[in-house]
């Protein structure tokens, strides 16, 4: 549990609600309306995932053979090899699951790959990269026999700079989250290994994201917990920010999805009928099975009738419940099913939906069994010989005869390559690319090699680069490629002098620049960082160890100050338009090639291509938004944690063009070392004729991603871009979509809702066409809980960032 931290306390009550908008009122708009019942799974196909009827034939077939203690095996955790596990039933050859996180690595293998974090692979706008990490995570857990990815992540989208978690996912912007999260889902899935989207939903802090035993037990014994934060969040913010991203990956067919630690509106993630049955398999048609958090579950028969279809870990040691009693499912469900609490026919489409994706990703045929070095939860070498799990998953053939299977293949090339795609450089006076420098001085404490040894995930260190951040979505590094080793080896082949200081503490002090470095090289090169990590948020959006002192230091005696920030999401950077600072490239966290990808950039061997996926303010302040709860006030208050989202939309640039307020690097900004154009004029073409105003007709049953009518492309937009630099490079057009007055008070000024990067030779034009669906140009409608295409005219933005815009147009409908 995060400690208060001095910021969050200055956001604690200092948020008003949307200009213009119905006042907030959390008895009003933070309610969860109950949905009951579950909604069956039907086997309807996914837009780019099909088969699911034949594999739900043979879930069926498989779940009818089951006793009702092996279904609910299917639906608990068990002791076992991974992270979580499903345990095997060997009376029917049912070898088991392992799943294993998670989001950017099979997280504690060895002779693993450690790619580039969900941030960085947002950074690169790169549709074709997004989905070939993905393929290639897939390959890696399948090769160690895992057959559950814990990723992609949503949730948190961003909603506050500050949340521990925001690099494991991708962009506070829902558009762009979307997109990566259908390409990853297919790229993951496409090698038969099952992607979990989470977490669900509105999970946007670390602090009090778990429940916390109460200080007073003798005043109020019958209180034993403070329950975890609410999240208190409108139906039109749930819909177009949150659950956004998840209609992709619903719509991509993703197997799983797992339900946050946080409340939603005053009711558990994993007990939350609204948004299980409701919004998830109901709205958003969900075939596959949902699964808790790790230790998300509060409840038995009412998670189970809420949509929760599998709790984890289960029935070992760290699922608290009742004294006495495992796991809130296993023997318990059991029970309410043989007392009648619970209808037999909900377990069995809890089992058919866990056991459909089984069979439509082919898991039933040959897949490797689990290699004893990926790693037990925690961190185990290899397994332990008196895991009395360990005798029934080797005799049910569920683990691998060798150990130690390398499946990182030629994987580390897509990783250099996306480091590199995922870096924004932001300034650029002219400093880069480097050519041949005569001499340089790299400082600072992230340009050196990890410390702490090679699975450090946990706690913030001080030298050390950061190819990752910390908690569950961290790695363990078969090999790590520093700043400084990759730049010594460059300069090296150069004939560059190379002059470093690593450690920070002498940077500051007065002198310590200064006294050291000399003759004044050429370039002076500044690695600093700041730590993000699961489990508590950020106590401020400075960065670490001094790094801003460092930077100003540095600049104070080299006019060619040249600034790398290795860091998992906004900073604060007051120097940025110092003279000295002659560039600033954000690395954010790039994974193993993390040296490599940064010398590319830096030389010039790679043209920046990378965007940001979010907005840099000038100071912290400015993202009030970013509002974190506070300690609790009444110890003895179950229900004292509460974050109210009242900026409801308004995150990110939406909040920032909303209120007209300037910002040093708006969102989808990003410099290359050429230049690029954008044509004036662009065409505007609706798809048909007829008219999309309102809402479309309804489906009469479930279609993953949501009724298809908001797939379907309504417009289209085109536009000229042409390289008008020296050198090749890639551009990033993007389409915004300013809604109709009509859309009501509170929309955006304009939203993303298309984007697509383009490689240019010198003088070469490109034409670019965007698609627009009809869920691009809908709202939802809080009335009639429905999508709908305001009236009214809608602004088309076509630029090279949200606020560099090249190119307008409009249309009516
Ligand atoms: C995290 C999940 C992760 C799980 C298993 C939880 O603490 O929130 O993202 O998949 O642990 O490690």
């Not at 400690?3 to 200092?14: C, I, K, Q, R, Y």
């Not at 307020?661 to 900004?669: A, D, H, I, K, M």
Request: glycine content about 10%; charged content about 15%.
């Amino acid at each position: 549990m995060a400690p208060l931290t001095t910021l969050a306390a200055l956001f604690l009550g200092a948020v008003a609600s949307v200009e213009g908008a119905q006042d907030w009122d959390s008895a009003a708009f933070a309610t969860s309306p109950p949905v009951y019942p579950s909604p069956n799974m039907t086997g309807a196909d996914a837009a780019s995932l099909s088969g699911w009827a034949a594999a739900l034939e043979k879930a069926e077939a498989f779940v009818a053979n089951l006793t009702l203690e092996e279904k609910v095996s299917l639906l608990t955790g068990a002791p076992g090899p991974c992270v979580g596990n499903i345990a095997p039933i060997p009376r029917v050859g049912f070898k088991g699951l392992c799943l294993q996180d998670g989001p950017l690595a099979i997280r504690q293998a060895t002779y693993a790959s450690v790619f580039p974090a969900g941030l960085s692979t947002a950074a690169s706008w790169d549709r074709d990269l997004m989905k070939l990490r993905g393929q290639y995570i897939g390959e890696e857990f399948r090769g160690k026999g895992s057959q559950v990815y814990l990723g992609p992540v949503a949730g948190p989208l961003g909603r506050s700079a500050l949340a521990g978690r925001n690099w494991e996912g991708f962009s506070p912007d829902p558009y762009l989250t979307g997109v990566a999260m259908e390409e990853s889902i297919i790229g993951v899935q496409s090698t038969g290994v099952q992607a979990v989207a989470k977490h669900w939903i509105a999970y946007e802090q670390e602090t009090q994201r778990n429940p916390e035993d109460t200080f007073d037990k003798d005043t109020i014994p019958s209180v034993d917990q403070i329950m975890s934060v609410s999240s208190n969040v409108e139906d039109r913010t749930i819909h177009e920010l949150y659950t956004w991203p998840f209609a992709n990956a619903v719509r991509a067919g993703v197997a799983s999805v797992m339900c946050s630690y946080n409340r939603i509106n005053g009711s558990y993630a994993c007990q939350n009928s609204k948004t299980m049955n409701g919004i998830l398999k109901g709205e958003l048609g969900f075939q596959g099975y949902t699964m808790s958090d790790w230790m998300g579950t509060h409840g038995g028969v009412a998670s189970v009738e809420a949509g929760l279809d599998q709790t984890m870990p289960g029935a070992w040691n760290w699922e608290p419940t009742l004294p006495g009693v495992p796991s809130w499912f296993g023997g318990n469900l059991t029970k309410a099913v043989e007392n009648g609490t619970v209808a037999e026919s909900r377990v069995d489409d809890m089992a058919k939906r866990v056991m459909t994706p089984f069979y439509l990703l082919g898991q039933d045929e040959g897949f490797p069994g689990v290699d004893a070095s990926s790693g037990a939860y925690p961190m185990n070498n290899q397994f332990e010989p008196e895991s009395d799990w360990l005798e029934s998953w080797t005799a049910a053939g569920a683990i691998n005869t060798e150990s130690n299977v390398d499946v990182r293949s030629n994987h580390s090339k897509l990783i250099r390559e996306l480091g590199a795609a995922g870096m924004v450089l932001i300034k650029n006076n002219g400093a880069l690319p480097l050519s041949k420098p005569k001499d340089i001085a790299v400082v600072g404490n992230a340009a050196g090699d990890v410390q702490n040894g090679l699975y450090y995930h946990d706690v913030n260190y001080e030298p050390g680069v950061l190819p990752v951040g910390g908690g569950s979505g961290s790695a363990r590094f078969e090999n790590v490629v520093a700043p400084l080793e990759a730049i010594k080896a460059r300069a090296k082949a150069d004939g560059t002098h190379v002059q470093y200081i690593l450690n920070n503490t002498r940077l500051v002090t007065p002198g310590g620049f200064h006294d050291m470095i000399y003759p004044v090289p050429e370039a002076c090169l500044v690695f600093v960082k700041a730590w993000a990590s699961e489990g508590a948020d950020r106590d401020s959006l400075e960065l670490d160890w001094q790094g801003n002192e460092v930077v100003e230091q540095v600049a104070q005696n080299c006019s060619n100050t040249i600034v790398i920030t290795n860091s998992g999401g906004q900073n604060v950077i007051p120097w940025h338009s110092h003279p000295n600072v002659t560039a600033i490239l954000l690395a954010h966290f790039p994974g193993e090639e993390f040296g490599n990808s940064v010398v590319d950039v830096l030389y010039g061997d790679v043209n920046p291509s990378g965007r940001l996926p979010y907005t840099l303010a000038e100071k912290e302040s400015d993202y009030y938004f970013a509002n974190i709860t506070s300690s609790v006030s009444n110890p003895n208050d179950t229900n004292a944690w509460q974050a109210d989202f009242t900026e409801r939309l308004l995150i990110d640039y939406r909040h920032f063009d909303y209120y007209n307020l300037s910002v040093p690097y708006e969102f989808g900004f990003g410099l290359s070392y050429t230049n690029f154009s954008l044509s004036p004029s662009i065409t505007v073409k609706p798809v048909s004729n007829s008219s999309i105003a309102g809402v479309p007709a309804p489906t009469t049953s479930a279609v993953p991603g949501g009724n298809p009518a908001l797939w379907e492309d309504v417009y289209t937009v085109t536009a000229t871009v042409k390289n008008t630099g020296a050198v090749t490079g890639k551009a990033v057009p993007q389409l915004y979509i300013q809604l109709p007055a009509s859309a009501g008070e509170g929309t955006p000024v304009k939203q993303l809702r298309g984007f697509t990067k383009i490689e240019l030779t010198p003088g070469e034009e490109k034409t670019v066409t965007f698609t627009l669906a009809r869920r691009d140009l809908s709202i939802w409608d809080v009335v009639s809980q429905e999508w709908s295409v305001p009236s009214g005219t809608f602004g088309v933005h076509v630029g090279f960032s949200s606020r560099d815009i090249k190119a307008k147009s409009s249309f009516s409908i």
